[in-house]
């Protein structure tokens, strides 16, 4: 079962110790109703998986990220990849900076992926705002943590925080035409495909899934 925990919002300078209050001191109900598509709300919130606990990311997790970035294999599917040496590490702290800033502007993002039982760095997984407004979830777990239905778990728990919490209607995800693990992802997500696209100059499919009436 996926546990809900609004943290309020941590700066990029501090990390999870700082956190002092829970969900049930301020209600998820409140995050929901003050949440608007103007993305006027500074916080952030924990998500607890079975296996998984995903949280927001700081700056403190550049390193780790910047790892998940230095695997060609992974970068290869995302937006304009693969990615290699200095701009893979570029890339990273780019996306790690973009993602704080994210949360902060908008309430929610992309959340940092760990393994509950180990403390480990798994990958990313959340949403993002597209050009043009719509919101994507996307998700990028390490290599050897494939097959374990890692980026399944995350990625369902951040679309029921898309359409429970945050109040969302529609959320979409693109990827590679060729990239049949994700697509089967989107597929248990209850996604359809809607329309082949172009996106960074390079092909990709674009699939939707809208919140259950």
Not at 44 to 65: I, N
Not at 118 to 145: H, K, M, S
């Amino acid at each position: 079962m996926r546990r809900v925990v609004d943290v309020g919002y941590v700066t990029p300078e501090r990390d999870g110790g700082s956190i002092d209050r829970t969900a049930g001191q301020r209600g998820v109900e409140t995050f929901a109703l003050r949440h608007r598509r103007e993305c006027s709300i500074r916080g952030v919130t924990l998500l607890d998986t079975a296996r998984l606990r995903l949280r927001p990311f700081t700056l403190d997790d550049l390193d780790a990220h910047a790892r998940l970035y230095a695997d060609p294999e992974i970068t290869r599917w995302l937006s304009d990849g693969p990615w290699l040496g200095d701009l893979a590490r570029e890339r990273s702290e780019r996306a790690v900076r973009r993602f704080v800033s994210h949360w902060k502007a908008c309430g929610y993002g992309v959340w940092a992926v760990e393994e509950r039982a180990t403390g480990r760095f798994l990958g990313q997984c959340g949403l993002n705002t597209l050009p043009g407004g719509e919101v994507e979830i996307l998700w990028a777990i390490e290599r050897d943590a494939w097959g374990q239905g890692f980026a399944s778990e995350a990625a369902g728990a951040a679309l029921g925080y898309a359409f429970d919490v945050v109040g969302l209607e529609r959320v979409v995800a693109l990827a590679r035409p060729q990239n049949a693990p994700s697509r089967r992802i989107m597929d248990k997500l209850g996604m359809r495909w809607e329309k082949d696209v172009e996106a960074l100059g390079a092909p990709a499919v674009f699939y939707a899934v809208e919140r259950a009436r």
